[in-house]
């Protein structure tokens, strides 16, 4: 499968934006998925995963409340909708597959067909 992140851009604090991942393939609906995101300088960090059907999805502390992951299988696609962004957001976020277990799992090793990421800039 082959991922590609869009949606990203420049924004000002407290804005939205609304990030897609396109997959290809006819398996997407059969993964378990992940948003993750890097800062300069820092971690690829995790942000939210959600489990095959859409029925489950998981979120780190940072972003619980403020980011909401869902997908749609019959576009193929996986999003992230981020309300509230603060300067500290800006990164570049990328989606992924993960490669086994349950959809909790926040490990970015566990993930894998990395597609590119976009870039999201919040100016405070």
């Known amino acids: 499968v082959q991922l590609q992140a869009s949606g990203g851009g420049l924004v000002q604090a407290g804005g939205s934006l609304r990030l897609s991942c396109t997959a290809s393939?006819?398996?997407?609906?059969?993964?378990?998925m992940g948003w993750f995101r890097q800062a300069p300088g820092k971690e690829r960090g995790f942000l939210a995963s959600?489990?095959?059907?859409?029925?489950?999805?998981y979120y780190t502390d940072s972003v619980k409340g403020r980011f909401t992951i869902s997908r749609d299988n019959a576009k193929n696609t996986l999003y992230l909708q981020m309300n509230n962004l603060k300067p500290e957001d800006t990164a570049v976020y990328s989606c992924?597959?993960?490669?086994?277990?349950?959809?909790?799992?926040?490990?970015?090793?566990?993930?894998?067909?990395w597609g590119q990421g976009t870039q999201v800039t919040v100016s405070s």
């Open positions: 393939g006819r398996t997407f609906s059969s993964y378990d």
């Open positions: 959600i489990n095959w059907s859409g029925s489950g999805t």
């Open positions: 992924a597959v993960l490669r086994g277990g349950t959809y909790y799992r926040t490990r970015a090793q566990d993930y894998g067909y």
